[in-house]
């Protein structure tokens, strides 16, 4: 765990914080090695503290960091002056950074009353940027995951039938997803997020608008669970997304295949080919120095090209306005291949890049794989073989 | 969604607050119908407006309240200011409840820049409130879910086998609740919180102690998923456990049932047939005016009797401080029965009630229904017999 919390001391002294506060269960994981509830800090300089509040005893077994129970929470700003004298030194208010993008306000505000003698600033961003760039043993475990996804997406397209429902469809990939070890979650980090294992959705259904944070949400089951599978049964000729994801042992893999029973008809048959010729493209981009608004910015370019701007990555005023997204022990990581992403990539990052094309009515066409940047370029960690899958009838 | 909306009314005006602001997805669906991203704003008087990000098309499909796009973020005090002007009436800054508890902290502060002309409080407990008491539709959702459950049960115990893990038996239960419409998760409101399908756990892995927000949180797959169930193979002679729900049409029903391969010994058979006894009890004092805090007392009282009461809902510092939750759209609904929760049951209320017990190194037996309270007493929701399930061993 060292490596990571000197990562985020040098990153939190530029941005001037004496401190980071975790709280969040991911972040609680990746600097302590455990995720049960409490509070992590993390000084600038020294050593942090995992306080517990449950369960200790499996923290004290877990955490690689020094761990205390939490004690009384309205007294946490004393516990942290007792504990940490030096942050407080000459009366000083140190200026702590907590997960001000995932903590709820309620506990916000709490947390200023339990310690009015430090001033709680927004540490979200030093914490992703730290995050964003991961370390072999984190690949490795990606790379797992996209295994078991791939297996997953073969039995699944052996199985897929006209007249299946998209959940039919779902529920085989989760399941074999499971017996992988599958924790049955893509963590998201955004607020009212919520995905499972993906999504299979095909023809319409595909193509319905959605609050989903990606190109493609999906009709879902109810308005209550409104994206992903549907019970809409798969009809032969119309495009079936499987945008899956299997997170194993904390790290996921996000990835997309289209299929269709029988053939595509010309139209989406050329917007799927001009996806997979957007992801040639942007691999050849794909280096430590490139800028993710750039490769957003030239996949855009490339769509337009091919006269499918209107299509990219959702339709009309339900696009999406990034062409992929940082992932690791999330799904929405950073960066984000989006406007405003101007930090060059670096040796590390690990990034879910997802040129797809949306039809009102008839469907989404796309592909989706999962990169790490190396030193001198990048690694595909999806494994599946990238084709439209073209799966025979049968009677 | 008229009804409902009057009775948050109500319920906002009796606790001073001018209006409230929805802005989470289980909060949102509940009160306009349908679970885009965006602001529910539903004033103290008059009609209500669903402010959309996106998917504005969806919204207006599924909605039954006003819905029109939200516009700019930053200028949403100034929509608020034309949409309402009543509230803003003689330069008053209207008192505006939010959901603070769910809502993240930046996004807080972000609304509280984007909205200066209004003084953001806390409103979550008036909605939590308001929502604890259910319609007959929304019980009878939560039926449907559990006859789901039932049979998912009822498949999974015919299956258990001596050496299958937990994960195994776990993935049964979730294929079988899939067919049946499951979306695929508990919804839980609690930060850090996550549950799926529930948990099967078995002997020593059941009876770990868990960040999990209930008496029995499960070993789990590894430290970065860290509760239900684990790839320990299930032993003869052990106490497994059953704990599962089924979210159908953003209804959820919870309930444990306790199983065996073979016989439980003396000491766990005994505490199983205590768990059984406290619930009896605390049904016949379950109806409109029984406050949930003296539940929790009785319980507590009976597991001291029966000389369980350091095992009773987790085990020493791991013990949780209830007896049984709300449940509805969450799992972690209001009233808890625990200390606090004074306030007498009224006919709607769901509670689902769980008495377990929980030995270190050998297991955690119980038992959990959930239950609607109705104008005399109450029915039970969940439809599994209730027994110690004693399974054949098969060679």
Redesign the interface.
């Known amino acids: 765990m060292t490596e990571r919390c000197r990562r985020l001391q040098r990153t939190m002294t530029a941005s001037g914080l004496h401190a980071c506060l975790i ?3 991911v972040g609680l ?1 990746y600097w302590s ?5 409490g509070y992590l800090l993390i000084p600038a300089e020294g050593e942090s503290t995992y306080y517990v ?6 923290a004290i077994g ?1 955490s690689g960091v020094k761990t205390v129970p939490l004690g009384s929470f309205r007294a946490f700003g004393d516990t942290l002056a007792r504990d940490y004298p030096e942050l407080f030194a000459d009366g000083r208010r140190p200026r702590v950074g ?1 997960d ?10 709490r947390l200023q009353e339990a310690a009015p003698n430090v001033e709680l600033r ?1 540490g ?1 961003a030093v914490m992703r940027q730290v995050r964003s760039v991961k370390s072999a043993s984190e690949i490795a475990l990606i790379e797992t995951a996209a295994k078991a996804a791939a297996a997953a997406l073969d039995l699944a397209l052996g199985r897929i039938r006209e007249g299946m429902t998209e ?2 469809v ?2 085989i990939l ?2 074999e997803m ?2 992988y ?1 599958h ?3 893509m ?1 998201m980090r955004g ?2 997020q ?1 995905i ?2 993906g999504m299979v959705a095909a023809g319409e259904a595909a193509a ?4 989903f944070d990606g190109p493609a ?1 999906g009709r ?7 994206q ?1 599978a549907s ?1 809409r049964p798969i009809g032969a000729g119309e495009p079936i997304l499987l945008d899956i994801g299997c ?1 194993i ?3 996921t893999i996000d990835q997309t295949r289209t299929a269709v029973i029988g053939e595509l008809d010309d139209e989406l048959s050329r917007a799927y080919d001009v996806s997979e010729r957007i992801l040639r493209r942007v691999e050849s981009l794909l280096r430590p120095g490139a800028s993710p608004e750039s490769l957003y910015a030239e996949a855009l370019r490339l769509a337009d090209e091919a006269g499918l701007a209107a299509h990219f990555m959702g339709f009309g ?2 696009q999406v306005r990034f062409l992929g997204h940082g992932i690791g ?1 999330e799904i929405d990581e950073w960066p984000v291949l989006a406007r405003g992403f101007s930090e060059p990539l670096e040796a590390g990052v690990v990034l879910a890049i997802e040129p797809k094309f949306t039809f009102p009515g008839r469907g989404v066409v796309g592909i989706e794989n999962t990169y790490a940047i190396t030193a001198d370029g990048y690694r595909t960690l999806t494994t599946s073989p990238e084709r439209l899958y073209r799966l025979p009838f049968h009677p």
């Open positions: 709280t969040q269960n994981y090695g455990s995720m049960q509830s509040r449950r369960s200790l005893n499996r877990e907590a001000l993008d995932v903590l709820p306000a309620q506990t916000y505000l927004d979200s959940l039919e779902m529920t989760e399941g499971r017996r070890g924790i049955g979650l963590r607020y009212n919520e499972m294992t319905e608008p959605s609050y949400g879902g089951l109810t308005p209550a669970a409104p992903s019970r997170c042992d904390g790290y005023a339900d022990l």
